[in-house]
């Protein structure tokens, strides 16, 4: 049984699509550190539009959770050649494992996205080690 979280901080992988597939899939991971509700963090994408110039895309990320609901800025910090801010809405799940939502360029895209987290073995290791270490 794996750790209940409380929080989105931690490492996740994920991917957005574009309506009618117009584009290819990219997925992407994040970094995320969430306190008291609002994160901050930074995501990796393949750059699949503009290889020309370079491999990845990177951007910073702000945001607030209230319950399960989420919203953040996404900012594409220039490497890649790219340049402008996506906004996303998403739903975590229960465990805070899974998200998923929509994405929007105001006035120009518009998709679906999610997340899934990469470091749930750590959460088991740890509640295992705690239960270990629990005297019964």
Known sequence: MTKRRSSLTGSWSGAYRYPGDAM???V????IEEVAGAFTGKIEEPNL???WAGPVNTALIEGARESAQLNFIKYYTGDGGMHHMVMYQGV???GFTRIDGAWTVPGAWSGTFFMTRDDLGEAADAEVAAEAETPR
């Open 28 to 31: 992407f991971n994040a970094l």
């Open 24 to 26: 290819p899939e990219t």
């Open 92 to 94: 975590v799940d229960d």
């Open 49 to 51: 539009t503009r290889a």
